[in-house]
């Protein structure tokens, strides 16, 4: 089984800044991590490559440091990464950015399996996933809490849906989005950190990946971002402590203040 | 500080605090009032590979040092000292195998103790035989090609849990101390049960039992070494297991400190963060100055091991004994800066301070180390003459 991992190298904080000009995340000073989704998808990939056989390679599109990503991931048991970096990349709204793994997952002869994570924690647009699929006409099952695999070749998938999930059966090669339900990824083991360290980590641009500038980043984007602005403010809570006894009388009456 | 460790070290005691701040301190408060043993954790060690950073390489090991094995435990113990007990116990157990095993008692227990598929026990405290080691009761008769073993052991870390057991036995009572040798029993053996868990006062994550001998029968290659050996055997597991102990207490220190400094800045009294007052200053100030010098002992010791000197004892002593009653000290400080805050349950410190006082008890207690280090410098000073 060929296995692909696709990761975004996010930032580590839950109160994502933005350029008030270029309406794009603001990346300086804060501290980069693996999106936890992806996390997830990782673990997929190295739970089917024990089960099943076969290789896990990480892919990512992102700036030269975004191959301490690539590292982290190899330390969990990855076999080989690559990174997509060029500056024609900058900029790529989520269909520039679906274009560019796709053709380097072509670049690495296909794959029988593309894992990524349901979606990132900066965007939260859900959407290169599944763009990925389409430009590369294969299955795709989204929002995966459980993948496995019949005797037709075929690849089982729990689809977590709000009230309940919906079971699939797709053909491979297939991309699977998962959610945090499909497993609890492992922690990174000494020797395989180790290894990382020293694993050269290939960097492909355009030219290997076979594009034009016109294809890719900001000029190869079908959207830009108008405006970005955060959430009105909640209107005030309050905490209340006490036995539950307490605390549903107590609620009861506020209930019946409110009506 | 910076003690200048390799980017090697500096990897592996990242990982040890990774698996700290995500598997052990969410859980601590729990396995400490439940008294549960860290099943999830030492699995999570195994396959991090911290479970075997003093295993050689050809058992599955890092094949790494008392240096890099001090990292991982002082990590640990700013989580959990119960954890980094459990640790340090299965290390006291496996010690005498590393250093005295043939190849093929190695090949049997070594990969599987890498693997944290298995855990090891040190087995010499006895009822009646506590820092009086050489009072132990517990005998091995030779009986063809098995050893037949009868006694109590008392206090036992990881007993119950562990796989292997490095039980010291006499194997010739009229001999005494001189009479003593080390075995390798495994829990799946005639003959060998456990007592009850027994109740402490902290490192409660940790557990600690009798382990029974009665009539157990052992093949005779699970001797390590020679008959006669036990004793020196012990002492040596000992001066390697010490400065583990000082690692750990220098752990718990440090997650002390930082609870204490960290409520300080945010209690208010008087109108103003209590870290203003010089008395909590001073109280902070010699907490971390005690606790910087113990790191500096202990690492000393540790790197001073590494070297592979002939006789560490007083060295390995003197990290034991300065580190953990450093750690009580500083423990008891930490409740005092929180006040009663610090008393409370809800707070980690009053754990800590529990934690801290067996760091002075056990694997020699701290008066005993001070006769370990009183006889070197008999020693040291009577050559001088």
Redo the contacts between chains.
């Keep these: 089984m060929k296995i692909v991992v696709c990761i975004k190298q996010v930032p580590e904080t839950q109160d994502v800044r933005l350029d008030p000009v270029t309406h794009t995340l603001k990346r300086e000073g804060i501290k980069s991590i693996i999106n936890p989704f992806d996390l997830y998808a990782l673990e997929e990939g190295l739970r089917v490559k024990e089960s099943q056989g076969g290789t896990v390679t990480v892919l990512t599109m992102g700036p030269p440091q975004a191959e301490e990503a690539l590292r982290e991931a190899l330390g969990l048991g990855a076999d080989a990464a690559v990174l997509l970096s060029d500056r024609a990349f900058a900029g790529a709204d989520t269909w520039a950015t679906a274009l560019t793994l796709a053709k380097a997952v072509e670049k690495l002869g296909g794959a029988d399996l593309i894992f990524t994570g349901k979606q990132a924690i900066d965007g939260d647009t859900a959407q290169v996933g599944p763009m990925m699929a389409s430009i590369m006409n294969i299955s795709l099952a989204s929002w995966a809490r459980k993948v496995s695999f019949n005797t037709a070749g075929k690849a089982e998938v729990e689809r977590l849906l709000d009230h309940g999930y919906d079971a699939v059966e797709v053909d491979l090669p297939a991309l699977i989005s998962v959610t945090k339900e499909i497993n609890e990824p492992?922690?990174?083991?000494?020797?395989a950190?180790?290894k990382a360290?020293k694993e050269p980590i290939p960097v492909w641009g355009l030219a290997d990946l076979g594009l034009n500038a016109a294809e890719v980043g900001l000029a190869g984007s079908f959207t830009q971002v108008v405006k970005v602005f955060p959430p009105p403010a909640r209107g005030t809570s309050e905490t209340w402590e006490g036995s539950p006894q307490d605390l549903a009388a107590r609620l009861w009456q506020r209930l019946q203040e409110m009506t | 500080m910076d003690y200048l460790l390799t980017e090697?070290q500096t990897?592996?005691q990242d990982?040890a605090r990774?698996?700290t701040e995500?598997?052990i301190k969410p859980i601590r408060a729990q396995l400490d009032e439940e008294e549960i043993f860290p099943t999830e954790i030492i699995k999570?060690l195994a396959?991090?590979?911290?479970c075997g950073v003093i295993i050689p390489e050809e058992y599955g090991g890092?094949g790494l040092g008392a240096m890099e094995n001090c990292l991982v435990g002082e990590a640990l113990a700013t989580g959990c000292v119960g954890v980094a007990t459990t640790f340090g116990a299965s290390l006291l157990g496996s010690y005498p195998l590393l250093y005295y095993g043939t190849d093929a008692q190695k090949s049997r227990y070594l990969p599987r103790l890498a693997k944290g598929e298995a855990l090891a026990a040190f087995c010499l405290t006895e009822p009646q035989a506590g820092s009086d080691a050489g009072a132990i009761l517990t005998t091995a008769v030779k009986d063809g090609d098995s050893y037949v073993l009868n006694g109590t052991k008392q206090w036992i870390t990881n007993a119950g849990e562990a796989e292997i057991y490095t039980v010291i036995a006499l194997t010739d009572p009229a001999k005494g101390a001189r009479g003593a040798s080390a075995l390798l029993v495994e829990k799946g053996d005639p003959g060998i049960s456990f007592g009850k868990k027994e109740q402490k006062m902290g490192i409660r994550a940790s557990v600690t039992r009798e382990v029974i001998l009665e009539d157990c029968r052992i093949p005779k290659d699970r001797l390590l070494s020679k008959e006669g050996m036990g004793f020196i055997i012990t002492m040596k597991t000992l001066d390697m297991a010490r400065p583990g102990v000082g690692a750990s207490a220098v752990g718990l220190a440090q997650a002390a400190l930082d609870e204490a400094a960290a409520f300080a800045k945010e209690r208010q009294q008087f109108g103003t963060p209590i870290f203003s007052f010089q008395a909590v200053q001073h109280l902070l100030a010699n907490m971390a100055t005690k606790l910087e010098a113990a790191r500096a002992l202990v690492y000393s010791v540790a790197r001073f091991i590494d070297t592979k000197p002939k006789d560490f004892s007083k060295a390995s002593a003197m990290a034991k004994v300065f580190a953990t009653d450093m750690a009580m000290e500083v423990t008891v400080d930490a409740v005092q800066v929180m006040g009663g805050h610090g008393y409370m349950r809800e707070y980690p410190v009053e754990k800590m301070m529990r934690d801290a006082k067996i760091l002075q008890i056990f694997e020699g207690t701290n008066q005993i180390m001070r006769n370990v280090i009183g006889l070197a410098l008999n020693k040291e000073y009577s050559k001088k003459k």
């Design positions: 492992r922690l990174p083991s000494f020797k950190k180790l360290k | 090697e990897m592996l990982l990774q698996i995500e598997r999570d396959q991090a590979d911290l890092l």
